[in-house]
Structure formats: C-alpha cells, structure tokens
C-alpha cells in the first residue's frame, strides 16, 4: 500500500512517544482498542492549571496509520484546552494525512483516544 | 531506487533464465509457434512434439504417467477441476466431501459453490501445528463421503502434511483424493507412483516456471473420471478444452526437470537458511514459530512477534519484500484464516510475518534480513503500549478492551 509522505514521516520519526505517570491528576489517560483487532492506542495529556495541555504522549500498537494518527494528534492538542481538544475530529485526522477509506478507522481511534483522555481527566479533577 | 530483497518465493517465483529461455524459443514465427492441434503440417507435429516432451518432464518430477498430466491455467484452475469435476461425476454415488480449514481459497471456495449446489461439506481443524493427520481424515469419513481434498504444504506456514498416510486411508475406503501440490511440487519429493494420491494440483510459477500455467494428475489406474469444466475443442482428452499455450507449457516442462535435478541440494541450502534466520532472531523475546517445527518445506518460516502489528514491521521493513498474516496487509481486514484455524490468538495473527526462501536467497540476504528484523522489532515495541504493560508485568488477557 501506497502511504502519503506525511504517514511516512510520522511513522519514520513519530513525535511525543512516551508514558506519563497514570496516577498524576494532572494527566489524563485514554487507552482505546483491542489486540484482537489489531490497533491499540494510548494517549495521555499533561493539564496545567489554567487547563491547557501542556503535554502530551503517546504509545501505539497497530498499523503505520494508527501510529502516525497517533503521533499528529500529539502534536495536534498541545497548547489547546479540554473543550477544544474534545473538538478534534477524525476526519481532520484523515484529511491531513491524507488515509485511504480502508484506514479511516485509524484516525477514528485517535478521535476516539483524546475523548477518552479528556474524560479521564475530567472524572479525575471531579473527584479531588 | 534500489529493489528490496525478494524473500517471498511463496507467493511467486520468478522464472529461472534457463527456462525464460527455452519459453522464448516458442513464440515468433522463427521459432515454435504453432497449434499442437495442427495435425496437416509440420508447425502443428513441432508444437506437439513440445509439448508431450513437457508433460514427460512433468510426470518425471511426480514419478507418474505423463498420459495423466492435463494442462491448465495454474493450480486455481486445476483445484476447480478437480473437485467440481470429481463431484459432478461422482454425485450419484453421495454428496460428502472432507477438506481442511487451512486449503487455499481455490479450494475452499470450490467446497463453498459445491455446498450450494446441494453437497455437503466437513471442514477439518488442522492440530494447533496445522497438520491434518490421516486420523482426523478417517474419523470424518462417511457412507456418502466421494472425496477427501488436503493440500500437501501450506503457503502460509509451509508445513507438510502426511499425504501418503492420507492415501491409504482414502484408498481403502474408496473414496478419491485430491491433493494441492502448488506449494510442495518441486521442494519436496513426491511419488505418485507410491502415493495413493489420485488427482494432484501444481502451478508452474511456484517452481520458476512462468505464472498462467498449471497442471492437475489425474490417475489412470485406478481409473478417475472427472466432468469437464471448460468445454470446447476437446483438447486434454475431454478434461480441459482450449489451445495449448506452447511456450507456457514448455517453460513449466523445463521449471520440472531442473527443480527435479536440484531439489536435493536446494533442500539442504534453504534448510541451512532457515535455521541460520531463525538462530538470528530466536533470542528476540516473544517470537513464535506457526507451524510444526519438523514437518516443514525447507524454505519456509512464519513467525509470529508479540506485541508488534505486522502491517507496521513491514513498513519498518523497508530492504526486504515479506508477507504478513495481519489484516491490514488484506482487503477484508481479517487477520490470516490459516493462523487463527491453528488456534492463534488474533494478536499473534496479526503480528505474523512469512519469510519464504528461494533459489535466489543467499546467505547475505538472510543475514540482512535478521539486522533489519531485529531494528524494526526494537523500534516498533518502544512504542507499544501491550510491549509496555507486558514488561509492567500485566496480563493482556485480563485487560477489558474496548473492540471496535
């Protein structure tokens, strides 16, 4: 398969790999997907007081869409605040990377992926 | 731009010069072109005379009869042939078939069109090292059971299956057997004369002989009938109509006689291959062979590497042309049917790559193969999240994923 310059380069140089401490409640957590289905993505955000993601990392297990999903949406969200994060869409995603139909579903787990974190991370900040 | 290394000689050969050449004799009007159907000049008696040498060639390989070699299109056509053909002309004596789960798709979608035409088929689980034993293939037996379809090798993970353990079984219950040599022909030995194997499928561009050509045995004796799929001129006494292709033909013929003389000698190289790759890479951590260890072609390993997706090894793979069995390298996003009838996990199917050695492969290559391999495992499980909380010490198999 044919991939657009932009994958390759994400997947040859993928920004903000890492982990972050789960328990921190400045960092939200979103783990989205399945070993089964052959993508499993887990993007964390670092929120600061005034609630702009300072940070973010990723680690992801899946095709070179998944990972470069993934990898642009790190980049994506920093220096946004929850609100706008949660707005990112996938077809966003898919448009700037230009995904072929059979890999929509890539960027679907990215959309997918920030909510989770965002919600982590709201649920975390309510209960303190 | 330089060419990757070629390790998937699974998937298709390229045809060996020696036997391009000898095809290239058989197209322009200086060389052999005619109709071997041609019975009134000497174009026709030159074109004949080919191709009955190539039938020769071909039952050499098999140690059978080259009255029971018909030509066809490849092994696809040639397993179409033989179990609709069978089937249709047996049906009045019952309407059972056996096969396995792991048969190639020209096998598994002729049962699948034979079942809507009113046939009954059963589908062997191959063990969890993808062999179907005669056992299993006795234990199915039936009654109305006309015929038993088991491949010799598997493409995907290479292992071969006891087909003369098969045939006695078959031939003791009258029941025929066709076998789907496409992948063993020409890598291990068969004899038909000591097999009771009564139709086998082959397809020239496996064996580095030109794609388009095939060949299904049928025996003689004991006498196997078969309707014809493909009407016309009555061309390969009735079984398969059409003009012979000549240069296809003689380049199959050729592809038999040399894979027949060097077969012993390859066998011995492409093992050391094997086992020389698979030295570089077992101490990687969590790599599986698919397949049985022993009952293997000598070229041939799928692996399986945990917590990596196959599609992206590949990606990472940039110096080297493999297969994978993950979904994503397929249209319908099914991760291989083969793996997961072994029993795989979806994951480990996923993570599969097939490294297939040929005629061409040298040590080199292989050598280079286990430096990338090795790289792009390293790579792709820093930034894994299973490879993550597998060193973190959690069970995958308890996590609550969320299936999509």
């Known amino acids: 398969m044919a991939y657009s310059d932009k994958v390759l380069d994400h997947y040859e140089n993928p920004r903000n790999v890492g982990k972050m401490d789960a328990n921190d409640t400045n960092v939200g957590t979103g783990m989205v997907g399945a070993p089964a289905c052959g993508d499993v993505m887990r993007l964390q ?11 973010a990392k990723f680690k992801t297990y899946g095709c070179g869409s998944a990972i470069a999903s993934s ?23 898919a448009e700037e990377l230009a995904l072929p139909p059979v890999k929509i579903h890539c960027s679907v787990l990215a959309e997918d992926a920030i909510k989770a974190a965002v919600e982590d991370l709201r649920s975390k900040r309510a209960g303190v | 731009m330089q060419k990757p290394i070629y390790f998937d000689f699974f998937a298709t050969t390229p045809v060996d010069p020696r036997v391009a050449e000898k095809m290239m004799d058989c197209l322009t009007m200086e060389g052999n072109f005619g109709n071997a159907a041609s019975r009134s000049h000497l174009y026709g008696w030159k074109a004949e005379e080919a191709i009955e040498n190539a039938r020769r060639q071909v039952a050499d390989l098999i140690n059978a009869d080259p009255r029971e070699i018909v030509w066809t299109s490849g092994a696809t056509e040639s397993d179409n042939l033989a179990l609709k053909g069978v089937a249709h002309f047996y049906q009045k004596r019952g309407k ?57 090798a598997n493409n995907e993970i290479g292992i071969v299956n006891d087909i003369a353990g098969i045939g006695e079984v078959t031939r003791n219950a009258g029941v025929l057997f066709h076998v789907d040599a496409a992948q063993s022909a020409g890598k291990v030995p068969i004899d038909l004369a000591l097999m009771k194997v009564d139709l086998m499928s082959f397809s020239a561009h496996k064996f580095y002989g030109p794609k388009g050509m ?22 390969e006494r009735g079984m398969r109509s059409g003009t012979l292709a000549t240069h296809q033909i003689v380049g199959m013929g050729a592809a038999a006689e040399i894979a027949g003389e060097e077969m012993a000698g390859e066998a011995v190289r492409l093992k050391a291959l094997r086992e020389r790759f698979w030295e570089g890479i077992s101490d990687i951590e969590e790599v599986h062979i ?34 994978s069995g993950s979904a994503c390298t397929s249209a319908s996003l099914e991760p291989s049917y083969v793996l997961r009838a072994l029993g795989l996990s979806d994951e480990l199917a996923h993570s599969s790559l097939r490294f297939s050695f040929g005629r061409f492969t040298t040590e080199q290559d292989v050598d280079t193969a286990v430096e990338q391999l090795r790289h792009a495992v390293e790579k792709l499980r820093e930034l894994s999240p299973l490879w993550d909380m597998y060193k973190d010490g959690v069970d995958l198999d308890q996590v609550q994923w969320a299936a999509h």
């Open chain 2, 96 to 152: 059972h078939i056996i096969t396995s789960k792991i048969e190639h798709k020209a096998v598994l979608d002729s049962c699948r069109q034979l079942e809507r035409e009113g046939f009954d088929v059963t589908y062997l689980d191959p063990g969890s090292n993808g062999l179907t034993t005669p056992e299993a293939v006795a234990n199915a037996l039936r009654e109305d059971t006309i015929l038993v379809s088991i491949m010799h």
């Open chain 1, 45 to 55: 955000i670092k929120v600061n007081d005034e609630g702009v993601i300072e940070d």
């Open chain 2, 290 to 323: 698919n397949g049985d260890r022993e009952a293997r072609l000598p070229g041939a390993m799928n692996v399986s590497i945990a917590f990596v997706e196959g599609e992206s090894l590949i990606m990472s793979l940039k110096g080297l042309a493999v297969s």
């Open chain 2, 214 to 235: 095939g060949a299904l045995y049928v025996r003689r004796k004991p006498r196997v009938r078969l309707e014809a799929q493909i009407h016309g001129g009555g061309h």
């Open chain 1, 71 to 93: 990898s642009l949406l790190t980049e994506w969200v920093k220096g946004k605040n929850l609100d706008e994060a949660e707005m990112i869409k996938n077809s966003d995603i």
